[in-house]
């Protein structure tokens, strides 16, 4: 699906010119895929929160965060709640802790610092903060390593005001907001885009995008500039009440639509790959909790997580993102589910566009391949008779 010709069709550069200016690029030292322990202190100046790292690899308490949306990882709030985190990590001296956070800038700052030695992000969390500091915190890092799925679905959404829209084949000469630097929205507007017959790009006839700031995208969009925008599911319902419709969702668009996923600390996976791998199988068994779970009841734990947070958050936004039932909330996560698996196509159809495109930002070339670890959770699969990722 993502080929090295589609992704220099967006870059407006020749394969063979972009990959030989990578391989003239001297690669990034090892201690690059490492948090930068010199770091100084960083305290969001909004909240006073504080993103130093607490903990140590021999310590008794670790962190795990569930970042970004505090209600889209059932397994981390099932088995939480059950204790199997607790219980899988007891004999190695380890109590996990969950700690739920949202807000860019002290999120980001938060990892580039390893504040937490598990995380369970959105996957456009997780390319975003890759891309060194040129992302929506202005702190980034590669030492966070991708492990498992956790959900799919609730992620990007395509709308639009202009009711001569239909579909996306209705977006040929066009333009769509949306698409920053990050390749997630991306590579899914694309993905779209071909399943159409029809290619991003700014010739006639293809669906030109925008990889401008986010703010500037929904203002031209608000202002008729532009003629679709993608925005995060969670927040949609505030443009559909405004006159915008749905015209996809991306779900069927040759992808396993994941939205959160599970990620650990280089440092953890390097020194104690026996609690990984410990870690790995309590988060299987509660996603055999999410799965067995009716699906009301499953809604209804994610909405008391979500409402949960924002009450505990002494912001005049965050009051605003209560939801007042679990209709509201159906609306807000749309078809979110849980998914144990990562598609790997997914994820390295990103990682490509940030080659391809020049995009990662670091002063060196990245080894993508120390992003993932997929084998690991791979082993826990097969050993419960289950698919790979």
Known sequence: MACAAALMALSGCGAGGSAAKRESVAALPD???????????????????????EWTIDGDTWPVALIMSPSQSPQLLLGDSEGLYQDALRPYGITPV????????????????SKWAFVYMPYAVFTDYCRTNDNQGGAGGLQYVALAGSTQGGGYTLITQDPAIQSVADLAGKKVAGLESNP???????????????????????????????ADDVNDYLAGKCDALIVLSIVKDRFLRTGSRVVSDFTDVGYTPNYTILCVDRSVLDERPDVVDAFLEAHYQANLLAERMPADGLRQVL????????????????????????????????????????????????????????????NGQVDRTRLLALERYNKILESHGEKSQ
């Open 98 to 113: 969950m700690e739920k956070i949202e807000i860019p800038a002290r999120t980001f700052h938060a990892l580039q610092r």
């Open 184 to 214: 997630a929205r991306i590579v899914l507007m694309r993905a779209a885009a071909e399943q159409a017959g029809l290619k991003l790009g700014q010739g006639e006839g293809e669906i030109g995008f925008s990889t401008g700031a986010s």
């Open 303 to 362: 909405m008391d997580s979500w409402n949960g947070y924002f009450e505990s958050q002494e912001t005049t936004a965050a009051a605003q993102r209560i939801v007042p039932d679990l209709a509201a909330f159906e609306t807000l996560l749309g078809n979110m589910g849980p998914e144990q698996r990562i598609d790997p196509a997914l994820l390295d159809d990103c990682f490509a566009y940030l080659d391809d495109n020049e995009a990662w930002g670091w």
């Open 31 to 53: 201690s690059a895929y490492y948090a930068d322990s010199g770091l100084g202190e960083w305290i969001d100046p909004d909240t006073g929160y504080d993103t130093t790292r």
